[in-house]
């Protein structure tokens, strides 16, 4: 059974980087037949996309959030991770991670809160 | 803020059909499928429709989407307690550049 889960610091100050960690079990990361994705909700601006990587390795990035996002992938530890720069408060949210098909994120993590705070 | 517009609240009594309208433009439903999603509270966004109107296994068939235009509709019939949730439609918009998600409709038995 697929299991998707996030981790990472509940707590980051204001112009640091968020980084968060989503681990991948029942599956492989590398598997040819899905891309994973992250998505954050926050009560003032609801459910977010924020990127997706490919199976050849490359992503796309929601063009709201220009070039903060970086979300690479380790093979070896079958895990996803996100990187987010000089973060806000406007950062702060429930972080998750996704498998995608074709059609768009089918299977989610519980998510993980993150508060962006001095 | 979301360009695909859903009323932010809908009920009904157990056993009713309740519908849920979702509305963008042409450059996401109008020219993309359409997913829709249902949040339970304190619970990740399940996957409930894709492709405008394709069950993933394990979905009752008591919920249905459809699409026209530039608009998009999930309705749930035989209305369930278990039913009370969160539901978001989706799709990707080509001018964004990004997937989108709609408002949000909470839905009350």
């Known amino acids: 059974q697929l299991q998707l889960q996030e981790s990472g610091p509940g707590l980051v100050k204001p112009s640091e980087t968020l980084s968060l960690t989503c681990t991948v079990s029942g599956g492989s990361i590398s598997s040819s037949n899905y891309y994973w994705s992250w998505m954050r909700q926050s009560p003032g601006k609801g459910l977010e996309w924020i990127g997706t990587?490919?199976?050849?390795?490359?992503?796309q990035n929601n063009p709201s959030l220009k070039s903060r996002v970086n979300i690479s992938k380790d093979t070896s530890k079958n895990q996803l991770s996100l990187k987010l720069s000089s973060v806000t408060a406007a950062d702060t949210a429930v972080y998750f991670c996704?498998?995608?098909?074709?059609?768009?994120?089918?299977?989610w993590g519980q998510g993980t809160l993150v508060t962006v705070s001095s | 803020q979301s360009v695909l517009t859903q009323p932010p609240s809908a009920s009904g009594t157990p056993g009713q059909r309740v519908t849920i309208s979702c509305s963008g433009s042409s450059s996401n439903i109008g020219s993309n499928t359409v997913n829709w999603y249902q949040q339970l509270p304190g619970s990740a966004p399940k996957l409930l429709i894709y492709?405008?109107?394709r069950r993933p296994s394990g979905v009752p068939d008591r919920f249905s989407g459809s699409k026209s235009g530039t608009s998009a509709s999930l309705a749930i019939s035989g209305l369930q307690s278990e039913d009370e949730a969160d539901y978001y439609c989706a799709a990707w918009d080509d001018s964004l550049h990004a997937y989108v998600f709609g408002t949000g409709t909470k839905v009350t038995v």
């Open positions: 996704a498998r995608q098909a074709v059609a768009g994120p089918e299977y």
């Open positions: 492709t405008n109107n």
């Open positions: 990587m490919y199976y050849s390795g490359s992503t």
